[in-house]
């Protein structure tokens, strides 16, 4: 089965990704992850990308599939994968279309803005150990402060709540029209993304097998 997760930052991509695999023994791919390990291991693509990155430009789309397509034609694709986090625009999708790389399913987590933006803006981490907490879900025993080593807890960049909002409108501007494209096609299926991580769980699966 080959997936693409679609949902905006915070709606629970990566956990769900990380089930689909256990429970179909297929790998998520991610493409932060993939184009690291293409310049680490100097493949043609990753050369190629290292190019751009060297003289501080974006890597350009053709690059980034080329890369995709190179980790899409390992063993343990064989028998499935998810792509997590690509493709983010229109012309990313359609180029996975025009290099023949069939995709079986898209499964998009909806979860409202300001559900993802109280998510996202609520966590503080330990500015010592990394410990992570959540001023709603997990608060520690003394507001502020760490329970493993006392230390501060802080609230990264990536949580402000204009960060995050930022990041919405980024989502919903370039990645949402995906949306649109996989339903003409036939592939998309729409999962309502649950305040329990279990009963968002379930219903993806019951997607995939529907």
């Known amino acids: 089965m080959n997936l693409i997760l679609l949902g905006a930052p915070g709606a629970g991509k990566g956990t769900q990704a990380e089930k689909i695999c256990e429970h179909y023994n297929i790998p998520a791919i991610s ?3 993939i184009i690291r390990a293409a310049l680490k291991n100097g493949t043609e693509m990753g050369l ?3 190019s751009y990155m060297d003289a501080g430009q974006l890597v350009p789309d053709e690059v980034v599939i080329g890369i995709i397509k190179d980790r899409l034609a390992e ?3 064989k028998d499935g994968f998810i792509l997590d986090g690509f ?3 229109i012309p990313q999708a359609q180029a996975l279309e025009d290099m023949g790389i069939q995709i079986d399913k898209v499964v998009d987590i909806e979860v409202p803005d300001e559900t993802i933006t109280a998510r996202l803006s609520g966590r503080r981490v330990c500015a010592k150990c990394g410990n ?3 001023m709603i879900y997990k608060f520690p025993k003394v507001e502020g402060i760490c329970d493993a080593c006392g230390g501060e807890l802080v609230q990264r960049k990536d949580d402000a709540p204009e960060t995050v909002q930022a990041r919405l409108v980024e989502y919903h501007e370039m990645t ?3 949306k649109d494209f996989y339903s003409k096609l036939g592939k998309l299926t729409v999962v309502e993304g649950q305040e329990d991580v ?3 769980t379930k219903l993806v ?3 995939l097998e529907d």
């Open 75 to 77: 063993d343990d694709c």
């Open 198 to 200: 279990e009963d968002t």
């Open 205 to 207: 699966f019951a997607a």
């Open 48 to 50: 190629k990308a290292k």
């Open 176 to 178: 949402e029209p995906l």
């Open 31 to 33: 493409t932060g992850n």
């Open 87 to 89: 493709p983010r625009t």
């Open 132 to 134: 992570s907490y959540h």
